[in-house]
């Protein structure tokens, strides 16, 4: 007998990539997509794909894994337990934060988050730095290492005390990141603004979850990405704006982008299916509904839609910020803690892909084109993972899902595989759904089960963001005095 050509063949499969949909056999060897066409031989492995959608699996750029927040309060989610719901959601890479605290030596939190990862993640992971203490040794030293060993994206908060850099500090990670070719991702919210408004509903007794919104106003957010937008040409580099919730934001990056800026955003669920109203429930059962910046309202929820169709928000990921709803995450203090105490954030990284195919491509809003650029391929190329990850395409990772667009779910929180043990999701019925998974062509979810050990997942060092690479818009600011302040690029 002659052995298989391949070591997975998944046939007759209704596949689309960012760019089209067609019909095709697809032939994997060694975890790789040796072939696209029709009526290729069997693998070793033959899936039947007639009936599914074959689509590149999701690329999360954006959760928080096994991580200490700000706050002090750890994540409910270890590197297992969050790329095992990941994968059950359809997503086969998560680029995860590596988060510095004031007092931590860089060199220390990456080898720390890689350990713990390397020993649990069962699908592939990459890492953003977190970065709040940029000092001198941090900018001269470990920033450029960490990037050239493959770390080429760097999260800067603009609020939270104990994460917030001010706008001089901002600069200066600019002028690092544009030299050592790394992408900017930004938290833009206005630190004061939110500092005033909280304390003055403290002061008059209005505490809970509901006020959350409330302190962080819409204007906060626009504010806030203005000024990030203005820094990053400043500097010359690109920036992308994470977490978008607010119309106005959407406008800002919009007129920013037309201008010529190279500025990118990002937006996630919550800013699609929740709203500000959602955390209007008596005690503290609202705080299941606050993240950061929060949910906004219909409005705001169809600029978010308009601004995934137009392009001027490219890549949509979960934000996951996995607390429980107890004293070890949202509320430390019981149903005594206030709106300023609870950990802010919402789980999604298994909803995230069914909530978009459901309400999105199922709905009509968007094309199942559109769906594959914003939840795949455009992570790929933003973050310097393309063009290994985000298409299926030869000589890329089969990192391939088959989705059942016939299958309608109900959510509940004990059918999701996370560690929360509640989603803001439940009771909604979803359209289409994830059925097999596989990641550099192994099979990891198949008949709603498991099917691969803890640590199976790769990292993956990454390469140029490709908003660094390819600069598709010249900045506005190039040369108006970059080389009188020494600003360098190394091309
Ligand atoms: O509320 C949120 N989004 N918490 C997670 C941390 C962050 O800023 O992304
Ligand atoms: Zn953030
Ligand atoms: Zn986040």
Redesign the pocket.
């Known amino acids: 007998m002659t052995p298989a050509s391949f070591d997975l063949t998944i046939r007759n499969g209704r596949i689309s990539n960012a760019d089209r949909t067609f019909h095709a056999d697809i032939g994997v060897r060694d975890g790789v997509i040796v072939a696209i066409a029709p009526n290729l031989p069997p693998g070793t492995q033959d899936i039947d794909a007639s009936g599914r959608w074959v689509l590149p699996g999701g690329i999360d750029s954006h959760c ?1 894994i096994e991580q200490l927040s700000g706050m002090g309060v750890m994540c409910a989610d270890d590197f297992y337990s969050g790329t095992v719901s990941a994968a059950f959601g359809g997503t086969t890479t998560i680029l995860s934060f590596a988060a510095q605290h004031r007092n931590d030596s860089i060199p220390e939190v990456v080898q720390s988050y890689s350990r713990l990862a390397a020993e649990k993640a069962v699908i592939d992971y990459g890492f953003h730095l977190i970065l709040t203490n940029p000092d001198e040794t941090a900018l001269r030293e470990h920033l450029p290492k960490v990037i050239r060993d493959g770390i080429t994206s760097l999260k800067v908060y603009m609020t939270y005390d104990k994460l917030k850099l001010d706008d001089y500090q901002l600069l200066e990670v600019m002028a690092v990141a544009g030299e050592e070719g790394a992408l900017i991702m930004m ?1 833009a919210e206005n630190h004061d603004m939110i500092r005033w408004i909280a304390h003055r509903l403290l002061e008059r007794g209005h505490v809970a979850p509901k006020f959350h919104a409330v302190a962080h106003d819409k204007l906060a957010e626009s504010e806030a990405t203005n000024r990030a937008i203005a820094l990053a040409r400043l500097a010359d580099v690109p920036v992308l704006i ?2 978008v919730a607010g119309r106005e934001t959407v406008e800002v990056i919009r007129n920013a982008r037309q201008l010529g800026a190279a500025v990118y955003a990002e937006s996630c669920p919550q800013y699609l299916f929740l709203e500000a109203d959602d955390s209007d429930l008596p005690g503290v059962e609202g705080a299941k509904f606050c ?2 910046p929060p949910p906004r309202d219909v409005d705001s929820q169809e600029a978010v839609w308009d601004g995934l169709k137009d392009g001027t928000l490219g890549v949509y990921s979960s ?1 996951h ?1 996995p607390y429980r709803f107890d004293e070890t995450g949202k509320l430390p203090k019981g149903d005594a803690t206030t709106f300023k105490e609870m950990a ?2 919402v789980p999604g990284i298994e909803l995230r892909l069914p909530l978009l195919f459901s309400e999105g491509v199922m709905k009509g809003r968007i094309s199942i084109e559109e769906f594959v650029a914003l939840t795949a391929t455009n992570h790929a190329r933003m973050y310097g993972l393309a063009p290994r990850k985000g298409a299926i395409a030869v000589g890329a990772d089969a990192d391939i899902v088959l989705w059942d667009p016939e299958r309608s779910v109900c959510v509940n929180a004990a059918m999701l595989h996370d560690n929360v043990g509640y989603t803001p999701y439940e009771g909604r019925v979803l359209q289409g759904w994830p059925e097999q998974v596989f990641s550099r062509g192994r099979c990891v979810v198949r008949d709603n089960a498991l099917q691969v050990e803890r640590g199976t997942g790769q990292y993956i060092a990454r390469g140029r963001p490709d908003p660094l690479a390819s600069r598709p818009t010249p900045s506005l600011e190039r040369g108006r005095f970059s080389e009188l302040v020494g600003l360098q690029r190394r091309d």
Do not use: E, L, P
């Open positions: 928080h938290h994470v977490h993240c950061s934000d910020a802010n954030g």
